[in-house]
Structures are given as C-alpha cells and as structure tokens.
T-cell receptor, first 116, second 112 residues
Framework: DSGVTQTPKHLITATGQRVTLRCSPR?????VYWYQQSLDQGLQFLIQ???????AKGNILERFSAQQFPDLHSELNLSSLELGDSALYFC???????????????FGSGTQLSVL | SQKIEQNSEALNIQEGKTATLTCNYT??????LQWYRQDPGRGPVFLLLIRENEKEKRKERLKVTFDTTLKQSLFHITASQPADSATYLCALDKRGYSTLTFGKGTMLLVSP
C-alpha cells in the first residue's frame, strides 16, 4: 500500500459529461501529481501541485483542471468528456517540491475512467 | 524531439536467469533516472534512482546502470522469479523542471 488514496476506482460516464477524481496524498507529502495512462500514450504527466499551488503543467487539456486544497488532498476535474479521455488516471505524491526530481513518487491505484 | 525508448516487445525469460531491460533517451540531459515497476491495474511502484554521476546502483537482486554518453540505462534483475513478471518503466527528469517523464515500459514475463 503506497499510502496514496484515489477515489473512485472506476467511473463510467457519457460523452459531454463532467467528472471529478479525488486524491489524498501520503501523510506528510506536500506535492501531488496527476498522470494519465493509456495503452498507446503510456504514462503522461498532467499537472503538479505543491502545498496548494500549481508547480508544473504538462499535457493537460483546457477541459481539465485541478486543485489542491488546504488539507493537501487534490481533485482533478474533467469536463466535456470525449471518448478519447477514457484512460487510467493516477495520482502520485512526494515529500517535497520534486525539484530537482530526486524524489521518488508514490502512486495511488488509479481511477479507471470509461467514457461511453 | 525528446524521446524515451523502452522495448515495446515483452521480454520472456526463464526463472533463475538475469533479465536486462533497456531505456534509451534522446535530447534529454537528465540529472536523475528512476525505475518503476507496474503490475496490471495498479500504480507504478518506485524501485531505484540513479544520479548522473553514478555509474551503477544496486538493491538486492536489482542493478541499474546509467551511461550519460550512450544516453542509456540498463536495468537488471538477477535470479529472476515468476513474481518479477510486471511492466518496468524508466523515468527521467527534465533538468530544471520538477516533473518526471516516463517511458512506455517493457513487460517482463518470467516463466517457471
């Protein structure tokens, strides 16, 4: 058990809808990262938050947004969903800012999103 | 463009043999390289981190090498076991940035 909790485990929804994925980092970790994993693209970095502030942005679509709350949990919001958004979404956490990236990441078990 | 390449074909080996997985990269100058293990439907699990000034790192049956001239890392599992069957991902930092970029991974299948 990595100590990172993601909910829900599975999410099935329709195109055009909006969903929220939730992540609780390991106790004491200040950074939260969101990754998307699909068969053809592999693990793609979306966004990082450190202690409530956005730290780095990757290939995150404008339809997607995230935030980190004062209790350090994070939410990833996906809107106007398309079939291509179907993927496994992982949250990871690390102790510090991850700069430089000499910190290991602890991943949650992921949320499997299916857009029908 | 920047690329991280791992063999997309699964590596099949027999129990007891040494598995060697390759991670090649182009247009990166990573200060660190990490290896993760991922089981189906689960999140990646950190295995080893190696710094640019380290040639080799060991942890139990695992060994990682890092050749910044060849732009390559090799990941070895000695005395492999069926329980080692999983997908192994390498990840690099982008110097000056806080994020890790992952390769697509290589599946390892260890047969008894």
């Amino acid at each position: 058990d990595s100590g990172v909790t993601q909910t829900p485990k599975h999410l099935i929804t329709a195109t055009g809808q909006r969903v929220t994925l939730r992540c609780s980092p390991r106790s004491g970790d200040l950074s939260v990262y969101w990754y998307q994993q699909s068969l053809d693209q592999g693990l793609q970095f979306l966004i990082q938050y450190y202690n409530g502030e956005e730290r780095a942005k990757g290939n995150i679509l404008e339809r997607f947004s995230a935030q980190q709350f004062p209790d350090l949990h994070s939410e990833l919001n996906l809107s106007s969903l398309e079939l291509g958004d179907s993927a496994l979404y992982f949250c990871a956490s690390s102790v510090g800012q991850g700069r430089p990236t000499n910190e290991k990441l602890f991943f949650g078990s992921g949320t499997q999103l299916s857009v029908l | 463009s920047q690329k991280i390449e791992q063999n997309s074909e699964a590596l099949n080996i027999q129990e007891g043999k040494t598995a060697t997985l390759t991670c090649n990269y182009t247009n990166y100058s990573p200060a660190y390289l990490q290896w993760y293990r991922q089981d189906p439907g689960r999140g990646p699990v950190f295995l080893l981190l190696i710094r640019e000034n380290e040639k080799e790192k060991r942890k139990e049956r695992l060994k990682v090498t890092f050749d910044t001239t060849l732009k390559q890392s090799l990941f070895h599992i000695t005395a492999s076991q069926p329980a080692d069957s999983a997908t192994y991902l390498c990840a690099l930092d982008k110097r000056g940035y806080s994020t890790l970029t992952f390769g697509k991974g290589t599946m390892l299948l260890v047969s008894p």
